[in-house]
């Protein structure tokens, strides 16, 4: 157990809908960093935040946005959702704000697009 | 801008044999990071390697940094279930504030 959690393991949604994955960082880390895992593109990163500030942006669609609030946890939202963007879904937490720092993964929301 | 290359896509070995997994960049690699991740969940980090030669072994898991820093190689000692899983490799994307750029992954089953 690497002592990140994420919500809701599994969605099912339909085309054009918007949904909000949420993430919740080891006990003391201050970076939430989110990822995309599809069998067509590999693992991407999308984003991270650090203590509530945006650090860095990877890969991600201005129909998806991230915020992390005051107790740290984070949430990520897709909007007009595609086929495409059926995946698996990662938050990994760190202590630091570097990509160096050791990062440790939750179990994933399974996103699943009808 | 900078790729990685994992090779071999898949592998099939009996349990109780070695077994190696390359990752090889297009750039020179200041930072290479080694994850596990079972089939379905997230990555569990194994270990990082940043100079030139340095080799890091964990239990039965040995990772190596070429001296040129455009190769790296895991090797597994007499493999066990428990190593079954995919092997992603990681590395520090200069271009890009250093995030980290992952290979494709190896999947590695252990045939009992």
């Known amino acids: 157990d690497s002592g990140v959690t994420q919500t809701p393991k599994h969605l099912i949604t339909a085309t054009g809908q918007r949904v909000t994955l949420r993430c919740s960082p080891r006990?003391?880390?201050?970076?939430v960093y989110w990822y995309q895992q599809s069998l067509d593109q590999g693992l991407q990163f999308l984003i991270q935040?650090?203590?509530?500030?945006?650090?860095a942006k990877g890969n991600i669609l201005e129909r998806f946005s991230a915020q992390q609030f005051p107790d740290l946890h984070s949430e990520l939202n897709l909007s007009s959702l595609e086929l495409g963007d059926s995946a698996l879904y990662f938050c990994?937490?760190?202590?630091?704000?570097?990509?160096?720092?050791?990062?440790?993964f939750g179990p994933g929301t399974r996103l699943t697009v009808l | 801008s900078q790729e990685l290359e994992q090779s071999p896509q898949s592998l099939i070995v009996q349990e109780g044999k070695n077994l190696t997994i390359n990752c090889t960049s297009s750039?020179?690699?200041?930072?290479l990071y080694w994850y596990k991740q079972k089939y379905g969940e997230g990555l569990i980090f194994l270990m990082m390697?940043?100079?030139g030669g340095e080799e890091k072994s964990h239990e039965k898991i040995t990772a190596k940094l070429d001296e040129k820093k455009q190769q790296s190689s895991l090797h597994i000692t007499a493999s066990q279930p428990s190593h079954a899983g995919i092997y992603l490799c990681?590395?520090?994307?200069?271009?890009?504030?250093?995030?980290?750029?992952w290979g494709a992954g190896t999947k590695l089953i252990i045939k009992p």
């Open positions: 935040y650090y203590n509530g500030e945006e650090r």
């Open positions: 990994a937490s760190s202590a630091g704000t570097l990509f160096k720092n050791e990062q440790f």
């Open positions: 006990s003391g880390d201050l970076s």
């Open positions: 390697l940043q100079k």
């Open positions: 990681g590395a520090d994307n200069r271009d890009s504030n250093y995030q980290l750029i």
């Open positions: 750039k020179t690699l200041y930072g």
